[in-house]
């Protein structure tokens, strides 16, 4: 069974940083893209960043571009964002997902059971 596992969450003021990670549990997978995606409360789901896995084309929302940036490390199949001048309105539970190679409709089949960011104004 694949999983995959966030860390990195945490509590931080107006302006700070945090790195937050993504590794799979359980079993190795060919991925075609891995993403972040956040939900506010009361909020639904939104798409913060991707990246293509092997060409490593990067995609953010409006909303964080040029604040966060989101990485890759191949040999560890693991995701970063890393995120800087964070504010209140970055404040959510943070997912993690992937469109494995064994996805059958080219959609997000893998996700993480999400981490919380909350940033104090």
């Known amino acids: 069974q694949v999983q995959l596992v966030e860390s990195g969450g945490g509590l931080v003021q107006a302006g700070g940083s945090l790195r937050l990670s993504c590794a799979p549990s359980?079993?190795?997978?060919?991925?075609?893209?891995m993403g972040w995606f956040r939900q506010a409360p009361g909020k639904e789901r939104d798409f913060v960043a991707a990246?293509?896995?092997?060409?490593?084309?990067?995609y953010y929302a409006d909303s964080v571009k040029g604040r966060f940036t989101i990485s890759r490390d191949m040999t560890k199949n693991t995701v970063y964002l890393q995120m800087n001048t964070l504010k209140p309105e970055d404040t959510a539970v943070y997912y993690c997902?992937?469109?494995?190679?064994?996805?059958?409709?080219?959609?997000?089949?893998?996700w993480g059971q999400g981490t919380q960011v909350t940033v104090s104004s």
């Open positions: 997902a992937a469109v494995s190679g064994n996805s059958e409709t080219g959609e997000y089949d893998y």
């Open positions: 359980g079993r190795t997978f060919s991925s075609h893209a």
């Open positions: 990246i293509s896995w092997k060409g490593g084309s990067t």
